[in-house]
C-alpha cells in the first residue's frame, strides 16, 4: 500500500497571502496525483489531476507541481473560500487507492 | 455535468448490513468508473472500492471480506453493501467517479451512516 504523507497538519495563513502545502508518497507513483479541497460541511470536490491540470472551473490561483515521489500545491492568494481541508491522493497503484491525511488551511 | 447522489438508511444496527445506492444523472453510468469512499467523523478519507458498468470491481484489502459493490445499468446508479458493520464504520459515505479508474472527478454529497443499537 501506498502511504500518502501531508504536511503541515494545520496551516495558518491570512488572506491574500500565498499557501504552500506539501504531500510525500511512500514509493513513486510518477504524475498521478490528484489534490481535492473539502470545505467544513461538504463533499470534496477535485481541484487537481495529474499532479499539474486544473480541474475544470477550478481558478488559476490554484497550482499544483511535483512528480515521483514529492508533491506540491500553491494557493497564490488566498481568497476567505479557500479556507478548507486539502488531501492528495495516488491513483497510481491500487488496491487500494490512498488519501494524505490531510491540511487544514485556517485563517491567521 | 455528472451529478451523483447517495441514498439508504441513516442507522444500522451493529452486525447487520449497511446498504446504500448512488443514482448517476447528468450522464451514462458506462461512462465513468465508479467508487465508494467513506470519511469517519472528524477523519480522512478512506477508498472503499469501485466498479466498472461492465461489473468490474476491485477493492480495498481491509474491507474486502465485507465490501460488495454492484451496478444496475437500467436505472444509472450502483450500490454498495457492507456487512458485519460495528460503532467503527459510522462514517459519511461517498459515491464518486472518474474517467479512470481511482480518479476522482465528481463526488455525491455524501450520506451520514451510524452504527448504532
Known amino acids: 500500500e501506498i502511504v500518502m504523507t501531508q504536511s503541515p497538519a494545520t496551516l495558518s495563513v491570512s488572506p491574500g497571502e500565498r499557501a504552500t502545502l506539501s504531500c510525500r508518497a511512500s514509493?513513486?507513483?510518477?504524475?498521478?496525483l490528484a489534490w481535492h479541497q473539502q470545505r467544513p460541511g461538504q463533499a470534496p470536490r477535485l481541484l487537481i489531476f495529474?499532479?499539474?491540470t486544473r480541474a475544470t472551473g477550478i481558478p488559476a490561483r490554484f497550482s499544483g507541481s511535483g512528480s515521483g515521489t514529492e508533491f506540491t500545491l500553491t494557493i497564490s492568494s488566498l481568497q476567505s473560500e479557500d479556507f478548507a481541508v486539502y488531501y492528495c491522493?495516488?491513483?497510481?497503484?491500487?488496491?487500494?487507492?490512498?488519501f494524505g491525511q490531510g491540511t487544514k488551511v485556517e485563517i491567521k | 455535468q455528472v451529478q451523483l447522489q447517495e441514498s439508504g438508511p441513516g442507522l444500522v444496527k451493529p452486525s447487520e448490513t449497511l446498504s446504500l445506492t448512488c443514482t448517476v444523472s447528468?450522464?451514462?453510468?458506462?461512462?465513468?468508473?465508479w467508487s465508494w469512499i467513506r470519511q469517519p467523523p472528524g477523519k480522512g478519507l478512506e477508498w472503499i472500492g469501485y466498479?466498472?458498468?461492465?461489473?468490474?470491481?476491485n477493492y480495498n484489502p481491509s474491507l474486502k471480506s465485507r465490501v460488495t459493490i454492484a451496478v444496475d445499468t437500467p436505472k444509472n446508479q450502483f450500490s454498495l453493501k457492507l456487512s458485519s458493520v460495528t460503532a467503527a464504520d459510522t462514517a459519511v459515505y461517498y459515491c464518486?467517479?472518474?474517467?479512470?479508474?481511482?480518479?476522482?472527478?465528481?463526488w455525491g454529497q455524501g450520506t451520514l451512516v451510524t452504527v448504532s443499537s
Open positions: 464518486a467517479g472518474g474517467p479512470t479508474v481511482a480518479l476522482i472527478f465528481a
Open positions: 466498479i466498472y458498468y461492465s461489473g468490474s470491481t
Open positions: 491522493q495516488q491513483y497510481n497503484s491500487w488496491p487500494p487507492v490512498t
Open positions: 514509493q513513486s507513483i510518477s504524475n498521478n
Open positions: 447528468g450522464g451514462s453510468i458506462s461512462s465513468y468508473y
Open positions: 495529474g499532479a499539474s
